[in-house]
């Protein structure tokens, strides 16, 4: 018979997450793999502005409304509107993203929708 070796006290530590809300700074910690969207929502720290909040696509990657300015500890970009918008320097989808690490988070009180270009964001002309 076959004996169970997993060691329930050997789950991995969570991943601290600090998220900046454009005013205060918020520690979180979360567990491998957590969407940070779904994680975000669950604190109170909504990626949405006031106009989008109800007006989104429930986070599949669609509408871009839940975008996110992240540190330079941020994932590689694994969906395609979130590779495109890494790219081009806009706000990083947060319903795309899967914290496996330590993230810097900054949320854009200022955005109306979706969020501008970061400054000196690459153009199409800077190639491809």
Request: with cysteine; aromatic share 6%.
């Amino acid at each position: 018979m076959a004996q169970d070796t997993a060691d329930p006290d050997n789950t991995p530590e969570p991943h601290r997450v600090r998220v900046h809300d454009g005013a205060t700074w918020h520690e979180l910690a979360l567990p491998d793999g957590t969407n940070l969207r779904r994680a975000l929502l669950r604190h109170d720290l909504s990626p949405y502005t006031r106009w989008t909040r109800s007006l989104n696509c429930g986070g599949r990657g669609l509408c871009a409304t839940c975008g996110v300015r992240l540190g330079d500890d941020a994932p590689p970009p694994t969906h395609w509107h979130d590779r495109l918008a890494a790219q081009y320097g806009y706000p990083r989808l947060s319903c795309q993203i899967a914290v496996d690490r330590p993230l810097t988070v900054y949320l854009l009180p200022d955005k109306r929708v979706w969020g501008a270009r970061a400054t000196g964001a690459r153009d199409d002309a800077d190639g491809a």
